[in-house]
């Protein structure tokens, strides 16, 4: 199955599985759920805003950092652009923010509360190099329309 193929059953299974839920908490975690069972990624989870800095929400994958400050490592810089960051190699990334050894390749996509400020970053690694594209992107963008 193409990746759109998979990323499209996707959108529809977790637009029935959230529908009606209004927890964002219950919502991300589902969301994580999903798309790490998915795809098989290394790390995928949710980042929330609070105050100056990102706290660690629902994820899958090994434990984390807990906290970023605005505008540091790659979640903080999705936060402070307010645009997703694709990240084909880690090393490359000035200031990436190392969680785990492990990870090759990231993308960031910033979620919208309803005043359209960023209220939490949905943070996916791979331990594979450039596993992210315009494809990602785009779905998960919308994906995260979703919480
Ligand atoms: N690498 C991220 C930090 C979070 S972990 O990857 C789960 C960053 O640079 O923001």
């Given at each position: 199955m193409s990746k759109e193929a998979q990323y499209g059953l996707i959108l529809r299974q977790l637009t029935a599985l959230l529908?009606?839920?209004?927890?964002g908490i219950a919502k991300m975690a589902n969301v994580a759920a999903v798309l790490h069972g998915s795809f098989g990624f290394w790390w995928t989870g949710f980042y929330r805003v609070a105050g100056e800095e990102l706290i660690l929400g629902p994820f899958q994958g090994p434990v984390a950092c807990m906290h970023i400050p605005f505008g540091k490592g790659v979640c903080g810089t999705a936060w402070k652009r307010n645009a997703s960051v694709v990240v084909?190699?880690?090393?490359?990334?000035?200031?990436?923010?190392?969680?785990?050894?492990?990870?090759r390749s990231e993308i960031v996509v910033p979620v919208h509360g309803p005043d359209g400020g960023v209220t939490a970053v949905l943070d996916i690694d791979s331990d594979?190099?450039?596993?992210?594209?315009e494809t990602d992107r785009i779905w998960l963008e919308k994906v995260v329309t979703l919480l």
């Open positions: 529908e009606g839920e209004e927890d084909p190699d880690v090393e490359q990334f000035p200031g990436h923010i190392a969680c785990s050894s492990a990870s594979r190099l450039a596993i992210f594209d």
